[in-house]
């Protein structure tokens, strides 16, 4: 297992349209987290799964953001009629629940909106 | 979710250990404190977890005094690829069918010079 893997890692885009970006987490953890960071700023939590269930959205998860994770695996995060404030590095965690271990982050999805 | 204060950055040379202090005045019984380290363009990757008193790894070492108030990551002997963003975090790691909604802050930007 190589870790959290997360694609693409760029991604520019028209203000507008729509993208989605994935993340496979470490097979064994069955916790799921997306991020966003913003520049000089530390990740913001945008929500969260525990197997196939979201279990959690943040507030700043407005309506133009979904995200799924079907058969609780793999997870995908769509971002629809893109806005220049989306741009951000998106990240994803994933974690084990019972242990005491901290999360494990991918190297994220810079998207940038022009 | 206990709130935490750290410097927002802090110059070392190299060789030199290096202490980051984290403040968190409202930790609960059940939370943990864990640090995480950030490069950029990558995601954190988590450093060390404790509970209380002393815990050292092969990376680094946590105090956290009685009160539990306040925590301290001592980085010893730092090199150049020491240099980046240290978080401090305050949470609980897993619970009965609970989950840790990890905040991060601004983070402690610490900067090795040779």
């Known amino acids: 297992d190589t870790g959290v893997s997360q694609n693409p890692r760029h991604k520019i885009t028209k203000r507008g349209q729509n993208v989605t970006f994935r993340c496979d987490p470490i097979?064994?953890?069955?916790?799921l987290y997306w991020y966003r960071q913003t520049l000089g700023q530390g990740p913001e939590f945008l929500t969260y799964f525990q197997n196939e269930a979201q279990l959690e959205k943040s507030r700043l998860l407005s309506d133009r953001f979904s995200a799924e994770r079907p058969k609780g695996s793999f997870s995908t995060l769509e971002i629809q009629r893109t806005e220049q404030g989306d741009s951000a590095m998106y990240l994803c965690?994933?974690?084990?629940?019972?242990?005491?271990?901290?999360?494990?982050f991918g190297s994220g999805t810079r998207l940038t909106v022009v | 979710l206990a709130k935490t204060t750290q410097p927002i950055s802090m110059d070392s040379y190299e060789g030199q250990e290096v202490n980051i202090t984290c403040s968190h005045n409202?930790?609960?019984?059940?939370?943990?404190i864990t640090w995480y380290q950030q490069f950029p363009s990558q995601g954190p990757r988590f450093i060390i977890q404790?509970?209380?008193t002393k815990v050292t790894n092969e990376v680094a070492s946590l105090f956290i005094p009685a009160d539990r108030k306040s925590s301290t990551l001592s980085l010893p002997r730092v090199s150049l690829s020491d240099t980046a963003v240290y978080y401090c975090?305050?949470?609980?790691?897993?619970?009965?069918?609970?989950?840790?909604?990890?905040?991060f802050g601004i983070g402690t930007k610490l900067q090795v010079i040779p």
């Open positions: 975090l305050v949470g609980e790691p897993r619970g009965s069918g609970g989950y840790q909604k990890v905040t």
């Open positions: 409202n930790i609960a019984t059940n939370d943990y």
């Open positions: 097979s064994e953890h069955n916790r």
């Open positions: 965690a994933s974690s084990s629940s019972g242990t005491k271990e901290g999360y494990t």
């Open positions: 404790g509970y209380k």
